[in-house]
């Protein structure tokens, strides 16, 4: 008897659309599995699920799920799934997206988003570099470390600390791991879709094609040993102190869950309300 | 003014060209819009800030122009009608994501009200400089419906008609607008809402083998609602049916052709315009806008002088009503296009004519209005 092997995430996969375009070796692909695990294990409606993309590497994941999915311009997936959600309400709009699509020409509408507490979760795919591109330096390569455009060493463009920037902005839950994490990232990805406001996840993926080639990590599995020997678990840690600095160990883990902060549909329609009773109220007089 | 659930009432009222603007985007449906400030634009962000929770419509004031125009794009497929405004400087902020529409086939409104260009210019101060931009300002090959209103009422009616191109086309829509009808204050109808058609968008039914862009024989394909299970698949990147990435130059030739299509073969759908005293002319007053009304004076007045001048009044702009030129080209001598920018419509006018007439431009480079006494001299100039 043959029985035809089916992945377990199959039916969240749009299979006629593989091969994918990712590198093998690429850390996307971990994401992409940890996430749609995730959203099985939470026995979540994927109808109600909503993938929002800006352009890169990672941005092309909203076209490999079978949920609804957008590709939006550079940068820009945050304002767009800022709209779909005020509009509807009902459904889990998710953003994944780089480190250069969100953090760069997409980083003011990062803050701002955060700031309001949009309804959205914002995966942020760290690979310290523009993959799609050819590999320059982004916003949150390391310090020294080569990319196409920092051939002599990364000496100019010192790094953004995702954590630390979406915590200050306001978001209601900030968590990094990395793809050699896969487990506390979809334990994590359920917490956050069970959460109100604006959450993000940073995940520190690998770019064997292009980051790790120029920093002596060639072989995807150096690239993974890396995050797995210099990441490190702490409870309850600090954002301030979520810098990464090559070479050394760096922190994963939750650093910001706050419960209980009013999400900006919530306050988009509390005025609703307030609007309406004044109507109504000057309508009498 | 408006009645227990928020609506305008049938009637008439005193209102500046961009409260119009406003309020008939309430009327037409709109319940998002998303903005930024800009001169001279304000007051319909103001107005639609009061009106638009009145009616369980969503505000929102963001960081930039660009996140206004792309918050827009997603609220409408969440589907909410769905507008921003702007001047200049935010509508060059723009260009990118109205392509992005025009790809993703995503029905927005944008209102810019022109001001002196180029740059930041004069702010508070008329212009009309941004007409080619508004047909050419995206990359790519693309069509855009854009209409220009001269009066205020119009300012209202062509706001209504702007949504309702845009919900049938699926596609973006852009009000040429521009500082002196927003700011002038004129009477405006406001009809009974049964006597006003509005149009909304074609929706897919079944969610069994929907494909995201596979288009009924009218070119468009029937939008789908988020979150029912159909699998839709939107990218700004060229696609297929199924709305899936290709890099296949046929597939680009197909959807592109599409895209313009749908707008060049149902042009007599969308062109508007107003003809006056041109069944005589020997010369024809080509205008629109706030130029419009000087335009018109000074065909009046070229009238009393016994002249044969008529008077062509566009109202879409984009497409270009390139048949409605050529055949008064037929008969007519020359044209003037009045405007105040370096003679974008000129341009136009003088491709459309192809040849048969002589065309003129008269106006100013922005900053001020164009007096009828300007246009009337440039028709004794050279009638
Ligand atoms: S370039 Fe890097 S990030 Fe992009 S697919 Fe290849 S390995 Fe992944």
Known sequence: MITALVHPIEKFVRSERLPHIWCSGCGMGMIFNAFAKAIEELNIDPKKVVIVSGIGCSGRASGYWAYDGFHTTHGRPIPFAMGLKLARPDLHVVVISGDGDLLAIGGNHFIHAARRNVDILVILVNNFNYGMTGGQVGPTTPEGVRTTTTPYGNYTEPPFNAVWLAAASGAVYVARWTVYHLRNLTESIKTAFQMKGFRVIEVISTCPTDFGRRNALPDPLDNLRYLKENAVYVKNPDPREADIVWGKKFIIGEFVKIEGKESFDDRIRRLIEIAQKELRRSDLQ | ?383
Not at chain 2, 297 to 309: F, H, L, N, P, Q
């Open chain 2, 1 to 383: 003014m408006m009645n227990l659930v928020g609506e305008v009432k049938p009637g008439m009222y005193f209102w500046s060209g961009n409260d119009a603007i406003a309020e008939a985007a309430i009327f037409a449906g709109c319940r998002f819009y998303a903005g930024y400030p800009i001169t001279p634009s304000n007051e319909i962000a103001e107005r639609l800030s009061w009106r638009l929770p009145q009616v369980g419509g969503i505000f929102v004031q963001m960081e930039d122009e660009i996140a206004s125009i792309v918050s827009i794009i997603g609220a409408s497929w969440g589907g909410l009608k769905s507008m921003t405004a702007t001047s200049g400087p935010g509508f060059s902020l723009m260009q990118e994501n109205i392509g992005l529409a025009v790809m993703m086939e995503v029905p927005i409104v944008i209102v810019d009200v022109q001001r002196a260009g180029p740059s930041t210019g004069i702010p508070t101060m008329i212009g009309m400089g941004d007409v080619q931009q508004a047909k050419w300002g995206s990359h790519g090959p693309y069509e855009i419906i854009a209409l220009s209103p001269s009066t205020v009422q119009e300012a209202f009616d062509l706001t209504i008609m702007a949504f309702n191109l845009s919900e049938k086309f699926r596609t973006p829509v852009i009000i040429l607008a521009d500082e002196g009808i927003s700011h002038m204050y004129e009477k405006v109808v406001v009809p009974d809402p049964r006597d006003v058609i509005i149009i909304n968008r074609k929706l897919a039914k079944d969610p069994n083998g929907y494909l995201s862009y596979k288009a009924d024989d009218d070119l468009v394909p029937p939008m789908a609602p988020v979150g029912e299970g159909f699998r839709i698949q939107s990218t700004g990147l060229t696609h297929d049916e199924r709305g899936y990435p290709s890099a296949d130059p046929e597939v680009q030739n197909v959807l592109v052709r599409r895209l313009l299509d749908k707008i060049r073969k149902r042009k007599h759908e969308i062109i508007d315009y107003r003809m006056y005293k041109c069944e005589d002319a020997d010369i024809v007053v080509v205008s629109y806008g706030s130029a419009a009304r000087s335009a018109k004076s000074a065909v009046d007045m070229a009238r009393k002088e016994g002249i044969k001048v008529g008077f062509l009044q566009l109202k879409t702009i984009w497409p270009f009503p390139d048949e409605v030129i050529f055949e008064l080209a037929k008969k007519v001598k020359k044209f003037i296009v009045a405007e105040i920018n370096e003679g974008q419509i000129t341009r136009e006018v003088e491709r459309a004519s192809k040849g048969r007439s002589e065309v003129f431009w008269v106006g100013n480079y922005g900053g001020r209005w164009i007096f009828p006494e300007e246009v009337l001299g440039k028709i004794l100039e050279v009638k």
